[in-house]
């Protein structure tokens, strides 16, 4: 017995020596609003309220809460934390999840609007967007640069992989869209650039389309197209050009961008998967 004492003994003044020693923790406390309040998860934002997402739709869901439902919290993650891969995706307070292709119905609760601007609609995301991923993925010239001054930069042997796989990627994905086995750049292009001569006639004068007060989710979505068209360092920039053509959509996406408060992008570089 006197053994194990004198054990404990030595032990004790070990440890006197070495007091413990509290450190704060140095991660920040958990937001309680992310439990209380539902959140939209996006891509490629640096958190600052007057900057951009650079990617296309989480920047046209984030315009659309700014203006009209700041209650929900805007948080940037990465694209893998959401269940099905794709950005951005919407947690209501119960926990439900609502993905990226359900947030127009979810959040534009007006039936008629969203009949209204479905063919015009079909126009940014049909030619138009198929003309901005050709001109990204399938441009081995926009591609290049892209990957150079754009896209987050991979280490090796991703970078590889990334630069073999992801255009051939775009290419199946743009053929089944276009319904066309052979992609012809001069066809995308007329059609992208027919696309914004149409929404540019809708437009006219007026300062939002239809005529409305305020922005519908169609200003905001060609808004939205307009921000990456115009940013994106493309050398061949043929749809940058079908755009600026068109003086009055300009105009829409700079007020749009002024009224949602933004003042810069959100970064310079963005993960392209």
Known sequence: MSFLANLSSFYRSIFKKFPLITFQNPYP???????????????????????????LESLQWQTWIKLYDPEIILLSVSDHASPDQNMPFLQVVSHKVVLKNSLLLHLVNDEQILQTIAPWMSLLTGPIHIALEYSMYLDETNFKELQNHWFTKATWPLNIVRSLSKPLEKRKQLRILTEEKNLDADTIFEDAARAFSSLSSLLGNLTYFFDKDSPSILDISLFSH????????????????????????LELANRVRTLAGYSSYGSVLFDDD
Do not use: C, F
Request: hydrophobic share 35%.
């Open 29 to 55: 406390a958990v937001n309680e609003e992310l439990n209380t309040k539902p959140v939209l998860y996006v891509s490629n934002w640096n958190g600052d309220p007057t900057s951009e997402s650079m990617h």
């Open 226 to 249: 307009a921000e990456l068209i115009l940013h994106l360092p493309l050398k061949n920039d043929q749809l940058r050009l079908s755009l600026t053509s068109n003086k009055n959509l």
